[in-house]
């Protein structure tokens, strides 16, 4: 049975770029790999440097990716993924956690191999350790607070340090559970502070 694949294509400026090459190359890479094409999705005119929510195709791709709508995903270079090695760390945390392998031409990278699970695998200890770097971030605004006599506890736990963290990680499209447990605050809090915030 063959492997279902996605192509995923992105220009900054429909002025004189085209995705035409990147799907050229890409269909010629799932046929060589025996792959079956199930969808081809494309952002024009869209700067990898803007989120999710602003791309509408790379939306589809992640959502798409979830409901296993395609086993891999072929892309012609991790910029036309994202600018932001935020953007992109979350996007390959989703990817990976869907099960979904990923397929980046020019720099050889496919996580149906060993060494492209491999590079998944420092990529997303990157991941963690930014992840780690706001926890303490967010630990020491605690204690700050704590030192000038406000009250930390589950009534008032949510100082500036945690309005932002949350802001940040939500921006990089990281899962309010994920935010939640990685802040160690409740999920209903993480809706309140985006409440606030929008």
């Given at each position: ?48 440097a803007k989120g999710r929510d602003a791309r509408k195709g790379f939306d589809e791709l992640i959502t798409g990716s979830i409901r296993k709508e395609w086993d891999i995903i072929l892309v012609w270079d991790v910029s036309r993924l994202g600018r932001s090695l935020k953007h992109l760390v979350s996007f390959l945390e ?105």
């Amino acid at each position: 049975m063959h492997k279902k694949a996605v192509i995923y294509s992105r220009v900054s400026t429909t002025k004189g770029q085209t995705v035409d090459n990147q799907l050229k190359v890409l269909r010629e890479v799932a046929e060589k790999k025996g792959l079956e094409v199930v969808r081809e999705i494309s952002d024009e005119g869209i700067s990898g440097a803007k989120g999710r929510d602003a791309r509408k195709g790379f939306d589809e791709l992640i959502t798409g990716s979830i409901r296993k709508e395609w086993d891999i995903i072929l892309v012609w270079d991790v910029s036309r993924l994202g600018r932001s090695l935020k953007h992109l760390v979350s996007f390959l945390e989703d990817v990976q956690s869907a099960k979904c392998d990923l397929y980046i031409h020019q720099s050889g990278i496919d996580t149906s191999t060993a060494s492209g699970k491999m590079m998944f695998g420092m990529l997303s200890v990157f991941s963690e350790f930014e992840r780690s770097m706001i926890r303490e971030r967010v630990i020491a605004g605690q204690q700050r607070a704590k030192a000038q006599g406000k009250h930390i506890g589950r009534k008032t736990n949510v100082n500036d340090g945690i309005i932002t963290a949350v802001y940040q990680l939500r921006k990089n499209n990281v899962p309010i559970k994920r935010i939640a447990k990685d802040l160690q605050i409740g999920v209903g809090t993480v809706y309140k502070i985006l409440d606030k915030v929008a």
